[in-house]
C-alpha cells in the first residue's frame, strides 16, 4: 500500500512531545512511574488533546475494571490456600528427580499465571518454591527463575493473564474511531484465543530450563539470601523437631482408651500430640486432663518411622491422609513458633502443666530452649524461668492474641492476613464462574470478572476491605492515564505518521522484518519503562504501520502485547526484581541466562502468531 503523506499538524508534534516527555520520565525514573502517567494525563487535558467528556474514560475501561478483578479473584485464591496444594502436588510428582521438579514449579506457575497478574504470582509462589527446596534439597536459585519466566509467559497464555493483553482489546477498539475509509473495524480476541502462542511459550520456558538450568543457574544458596517457607529446617537444626503431622485413630483394644492426654505422651516413643477429636469438632492444644476414649482422632507429630512404630504398638490406625485435622493444620492456619517468657511475667514460677497454656492459650509446647540448653523431656514438670523461650504450635490466630499479653513475648513474625482454608470452595467456585461466563457467554469482560470477585467478597473469601488492599492501585493508575496518550496517538493521526517514518526507512522490507522490528522494539521499551506504557505507544503504531504496508492490524498489534511481556533480560520487571534478592542472582545472571529466553522468546512469538493468525 502507497504511503499517503500525513503532514505534521501542530497537535502532532505536542503529542510527539509528551510522548518524548512520557518515555523520558519513564526512562529516568525522576518521578514515580504512576505519578508520571497521572501528570501526562492532566497534561494532555490542558493542551485539550483528548475531549474533557472522555479525558478519565481509562479510569472506567474494560481493561481496567478487568484488571481491579483479577486481582481481587487472585487475592481470593491467595487467601484460601489454594498455593499450598500446589506445593503438595509439585513434591508428590517431581520425586523422581530435581530436573522433573524445575519442569513442575516453572509449568504450574505458568499455568496459575494465565489468569492472575505475573507479580501476584509470583508473590503466591515464594513460599511454594521455598517449601519445595527445603523438602527435596534443591538450591532456591534453581527454582525461583524458572518460576519466574514461567509466571511471565503464562500471562500470555489468556487474554487476562497480563496487563498487555488486557490492554490490547481496548486499544484496538479505540483504534477503530480513525481507521481510513474502507478499512476493516478491529474485532477483539477472545479470551483463548492466544493460548496456543501462550502454550507454546510456556512449553519452551520449561525445556529451556529443563535442558540448561542446571547448567546456567546457580548451584548452590546463597549465603546469608533469605529462603521463605525455611522455617521447617530451622526448627529441625536447632530444636530437632522434625516430621510431619498425621492422623491416628483409636480403636477398641487401644490401650490409650481410658488415659489422659498427659498420661500418652509420657508413653515410650510417643509423638507429640497437636490435635484431638472426641466427640465435638477437632481442635489443636488437647488439654492435659482431656480423655482419650474408642473413636478419639489425635493429631500427632514426629518422622513417619516413629508415629508408625507408636500406632503399631498401641492399636492405633494410621489414618492415610489429614482427614480431620486437614484445615488446622494447614500452614496457613497453625505452625510452630518461638514465644519467650520476659522478666515479670506471671507464669514464672509455675510449671507448664500448671499454666495450662494449652486449655487457656491454646498453645502446645513441643521444646523449651534455656539459655542455650534444648529440653525435649517431661515438659510438663519444668518450672517456667525468665528468658525461656517455648518452641509452640498453635493456630496463628491464637498466638496473635498471645502477642497481646504482656506474659508473653511473641519471637515469630505471624502471617500478617487471616487465612481462609474453610472458603477454598466459595473461591474456586466464583473463579470458575467468571471463567463460565467469559467462555460461554457475550458478556463482557469486566463484568464476568467482576461476578466472580463480588461473589468471592459475598461469601466471605475476602472482606471488602482486603478487596480494596489486593488492588495494585499504582498499577490501575499507570494504565487508566496512559490510555488518553494512545487515544491523543490515534485522533490526532501521530500514530500514522510515525509508522509512515517507519515505512520509508525500512522501505520495501519483508512483512516478517516489520514485524521482527516491533517486537524487538516492544522489548526494548519494556525493558526501560512499563509494559503498560510501552503496549500503549506502540500499539497505534503497530496498528497504522500494518495498514499502510498492507499487514494485519490485529496480528501487528498483538506482537506488540506479546512483546511486551519479554523482560527477561534484566531486573526491572516486577518478577524479576521479586526473586532476585532471594534466588542471590546478579544483574549479569539475569542479562545471561534473559538473554538467551529473550531470542527464544521472539523466535516462538513471531512463528506461532503467524502460523495461527
Keep these: 500500500m502507497a504511503v499517503s503523506g500525513l503532514t505534521l499538524s501542530a497537535d502532532m508534534v505536542l503529542v510527539l512531545l509528551i510522548l518524548g516527555l512520557t518515555i523520558g520520565l519513564f526512562v529516568s525514573e525522576w518521578i514515580r512511574i504512576d505519578i508520571a502517567a497521572l501528570c501526562i494525563l492532566v497534561l494532555i487535558g490542558l493542551l485539550g488533546l483528548v475531549p ?120 484496538m477498539l479505540t483504534s477503530n474511531r480513525s481507521l481510513p475509509p474502507g478499512a476493516e473495524a478491529l474485532q477483539g480476541f477472545g479470551l483463548f484465543a492466544v493460548a496456543p502462542v501462550g502454550l507454546a511459550l510456556l512449553a519452551t520456558s520449561v525445556g529451556y530450563f529443563w535442558l540448561f538450568g542446571q547448567k546456567f543457574l546457580p548451584a548452590s544458596d546463597i549465603k546469608g539470601s533469605s529462603q521463605p517457607a525455611n522455617t521447617e529446617h530451622y526448627f529441625a537444626d536447632v530444636y530437632g523437631i522434625e516430621g510431619e503431622v498425621y492422623e491416628v485413630l483409636v480403636t477398641v483394644d487401644s490401650p490409650l482408651v481410658g488415659m489422659r492426654i498427659s498420661e500418652a505422651e509420657r508413653l515410650p516413643g510417643a509423638p507429640l500430640f497437636l490435635g484431638i477429636q472426641s466427640t465435638d469438632q477437632p481442635r489443636l492444644a488437647p488439654p492435659a486432663d482431656e480423655m482419650v476414649w474408642v473413636g478419639t482422632v489425635l493429631g500427632v507429630m514426629g518422622p513417619r518411622e516413629q508415629v508408625g512404630q507408636f500406632a503399631l504398638d498401641h492399636q492405633l490406625k494410621l489414618q492415610p491422609r489429614l482427614k480431620t485435622f486437614g484445615q488446622l493444620f494447614n500452614p496457613t492456619r497453625a505452625g510452630i513458633s518461638e514465644v519467650v517468657i520476659p522478666p515479670g511475667s506471671r507464669l514464672i514460677g509455675q510449671t507448664i502443666g500448671d499454666s495450662k497454656l494449652r486449655s487457656r492459650f491454646g498453645i502446645s509446647v513441643l521444646a523449651i530452649n534455656r539459655r542455650g540448653e534444648i529440653l525435649h523431656d517431661r515438659l510438663r514438670n519444668e518450672v517456667l524461668q525468665p528468658g525461656d523461650c517455648l518452641v509452640s504450635h498453635s493456630t496463628w490466630s491464637d498466638l496473635a492474641e498471645l502477642a497481646d499479653d504482656k506474659d508473653f513475648i511473641v519471637a515469630t513474625d505471624i502471617p500478617k492476613q487471616e487465612q481462609r482454608p474453610q472458603k477454598v470452595i466459595h473461591a474456586l467456585v466464583f473463579f470458575g464462574l467468571s471463567l463460565a461466563l467469559i467462555v460461554f457467554t457475550e458478556i463482557r469482560l469486566s463484568i464476568a470478572l467482576l461476578t466472580g470477585a463480588v461473589g468471592m467478597i459475598l461469601t466471605g473469601v475476602l472482606s471488602m476491605d482486603e478487596a480494596y488492599q489486593s488492588v495494585s492501585w499504582k498499577t490501575v493508575f499507570l494504565m487508566a492515564s496512559l490510555i488518553p496518550l494512545g487515544y491523543a496517538m490515534e485522533a490526532t493521526g501521530t500514530a500514522a505518521w510515525l509508522a509512515e517514518q517507519v515505512v520509508e526507512m525500512l522501505g520495501t522490507m519483508p512483512g516478517w522484518v516489520l514485524q521482527l522490528a516491533l517486537v524487538v522494539l516492544a522489548t526494548v521499551f519494556t525493558l526501560v519503562m512499563s ?83
Excluded at 548 to 571: K, Q
Excluded at 576 to 595: C, E
Design 52 to 171: 474533557s467528556d472522555q479525558l478519565f474514560n481509562g479510569f472506567a475501561s474494560n481493561a481496567v475494571i478487568s484488571l481491579i478483578a483479577v486481582m481481587i479473584l487472585g487475592a481470593g485464591l491467595d487467601r484460601t490456600g489454594v498455593m499450598n496444594q500446589i506445593s503438595v502436588w509439585i513434591l508428590k510428582w517431581g520425586r523422581a528427580s530435581s530436573q522433573r521438579v524445575v519442569a513442575l514449579v516453572g509449568a504450574s506457575s505458568g499455568v496459575v499465571s494465565s489468569m492472575i497478574q505475573n507479580a501476584g504470582v509470583t508473590a503466591l509462589f515464594m513460599p511454594v518454591v521455598g517449601r519445595v527446596s527445603s523438602r527435596r534439597q534443591i538450591p532456591l536459585p534453581q527454582l525461583l527463575m524458572p518460576m519466574g519466566f514461567g509466571a511471565m509467559v503464562g500471562g500470555t497464555i489468556t487474554m487476562v493473564g497480563s496487563s498487555p493483553l488486557i490492554l490490547l482489546n481496548d486499544l
Design 531 to 613: 509494559n503498560v506504557g510501552a503496549t500503549v505507544l506502540l500499539v497505534p503504531i503497530a496498528i497504522n504501520l500494518a495498514i499502510v504496508t498492507g499487514g494485519s492490524p490485529a496480528v501487528y498489534a498483538l506482537l506488540v502485547a506479546l512483546g511486551a511481556s519479554n523482560a527477561f533480560i534484566l531486573p526491572t520487571h516486577p518478577v524479576n526484581a521479586l526473586i532476585m534478592g532471594p534466588g542471590g542472582y546478579r544483574v549479569k545472571d539475569f542479562i545471561r541466562i534473559g538473554g538467551w529466553m529473550s531470542v527464544l522468546y521472539i523466535a516462538v512469538v513471531l512463528v506461532a502468531v503467524n502460523l495461527l493468525f
